[in-house]
């Protein structure tokens, strides 16, 4: 069950809401509605995230009686042992197969399902253990604190990556308001239109461009027009997809008193890739600041043993997206340009027109986002061939085979969207010009009054893509 979808949106969700504030136990409401809505979707691996909040809550009362560093280590490693196993026990399994071969050995069938969220709630016990560890938080009240933490059902399945420091005080109290729910519900609904309204739409998009290559087929069938329209559409896909996605869980945790953290800052705006890591997931950037970059010496080691820092954390940010080697090479990839960013590119860039800046940072992202879609390193390697025209002249899928008509209207109100910071920027310049409206009065209701229509608005339009079956992807699900 997705927050994009009638089931959660009509029936799920309202009848909670109900429960939750009648219920003189809101704690205990909000971890049995997290654990039921995730045995909707995992019935059986359910049992998995149980065990591992029992296993997180004893280890954590252990090193806040203690504070001994050999149970935080037994804690890290069973948390990324239980992640290795589900999540890239096949992968590591494809990487010595040709090994085995020469071998003469059979490699072993290993077919295991991916539990939906498991890098994000497992990500967030670590967080658990470090914090009690460094005396940065308090210890949880008991088992439901713990098991609320890693498990609440509006950030569990794709985050934000909440740090146990950041919510402790939360669990512990927090304010219930009107004024709170509806500001809430307002950035609920601007994420749900995200995701359902611009993001399915660009997926459509997106999934016919990539498509052509599946079977190596890009170079001879997809024209460089269409190759850069597809890769345009993902890029703005992928950051609808999660973008509205985290809104959702931060507008749903605001409705039940709680403020999650910022997960996305208008990251294509940026004017360099170390500015991108700053606004894109943020959440997941300090985390791997916090508890990998800075343990391995951070920037206070020699200059060269910085770089290996940074790539590092990125090669291995590659890997917690996927279990894949293009997602290895994904996080190599944005490592290298940090790393030269630092190294000598960033003064070239500062010293660069905005302009160039502004084109920069999109053409590294998109060109990065081509490894992160594709499954193989064949079909990336088709994919760039496409986007340098290297199609042939006859046959070739175009631009009109992609988008349906009135697609550059969901365009432009895409990239207005994604570039809004810079669109209000070019807006300001304007006003300047204009005559300065009296912001008082008629002006403020109208203004409500139109903001609670739009609202009203966006959440049928998305209500009524959804009930006529629209394409509904979510791509962080399988991470």
């Known amino acids: 069950m997705t927050f994009s979808s009638i089931s959660f949106l009509f029936y799920f969700l309202p009848i909670f809401i109900g429960i939750y504030f009648i219920s003189p136990f809101r704690n205990v409401a909000l971890l049995a509605g997290s654990l039921i809505f995730y045995a909707w979707g995992e019935p059986v691996l359910i049992l998995l995230l149980l065990i591992s909040l029992m296993v997180n809550h004893g280890l954590g009362r252990l090193i806040s009686a203690r504070r001994q560093t050999k149970v935080l280590v037994l804690g890290v490693v069973l948390n990324l042992l239980a ?4 999540k890239y026990a096949g992968f590591l399994i494809d990487l010595v197969e040709p090994v085995l071969e020469l071998l003469g050995a059979p490699a072993p069938d290993v077919q295991i399902r991916l539990p939906i969220g498991i890098s994000f709630y497992t990500f967030q016990a670590i967080s658990l253990l470090i914090d009690l560890h460094r005396r940065d938080a308090p210890p949880p009240r008991g088992f439901v604190d713990t098991a609320l933490y890693i ?25 219930h308001s009107v004024e709170g729910f509806a500001d809430g519900a307002r950035v609920f609904i601007l994420g749900l239109a995200q995701k359902v309204l611009l993001a399915n739409t660009f997926a459509e998009v997106a999934d016919a461009a990539f498509a052509v290559g599946s079977e190596g087929a890009v170079m001879g069938e997809l024209s460089m027009a269409a190759a850069w329209v597809g890769l345009a559409a993902y890029s703005l896909q992928i950051y609808f997809d999660f973008a509205g996605y985290s809104n959702m869980a931060i507008g749903m945790g605001r409705m039940f008193g709680f403020e999650l953290p910022r997960n996305f800052n208008y990251p294509y705006v940026a004017e360099s890739i170390t500015e991108f890591w700053r606004r894109w997931h943020i959440t997941l950037s300090q985390w791997f600041r916090d508890y990998v970059y800075i343990p391995l010496g951070g920037n206070r080691v020699s200059r060269l043993r910085t770089y290996l820092n940074l790539w ?8 917690w997206h996927g279990a894949a080697l293009t997602f290895v090479f994904w996080g190599a990839f944005h490592g290298a340009f940090l790393v030269l960013e630092r190294a000598f590119l960033g003064k070239w860039l500062m010293a660069a027109p905005r302009l160039l800046r502004h084109i920069y940072l999109p053409l590294v ?6 490894p992160f879609r594709t499954n193989t390193f064949g079909e990336a390697l088709s994919y ?39 669109c209000i920027e070019i807006a300001g310049l304007v006003r300047r010009r204009l005559p300065v409206m009296n912001d008082h009065g008629v002006f403020l209701w109208g203004r409500y009054a139109a903001l609670q229509t739009g609202l009203a608005i966006l959440f049928v339009a998305c209500a009524a893509a959804l009930a006529g079956g629209a394409y509904n992807p979510f791509i962080y699900f399988r991470f």
């Open 83 to 86: 992640l290795g196993v589900f």
């Open 151 to 175: 498990s609440m059902f509006p950030q569990l399945i794709a985050g934000p990556i909440v740090r146990y420091k950041t919510i402790a005080e939360q669990l512990r109290q927090r304010r």
């Open 312 to 319: 590092i954390v990125f090669l291995l940010c590659g890997l």
């Open 365 to 370: 992202v998109g060109l990065g986002w081509v």
């Open 384 to 422: 760039y061939a496409a986007l340098a025209g290297m199609s042939d002249e006859k046959g070739v899928f175009t631009v009109a085979d992609l988008a349906p008509k009135g697609m550059v209207l969901v365009f432009m109100v895409g990239l207005a969207a994604a570039f809004w910071p810079l």
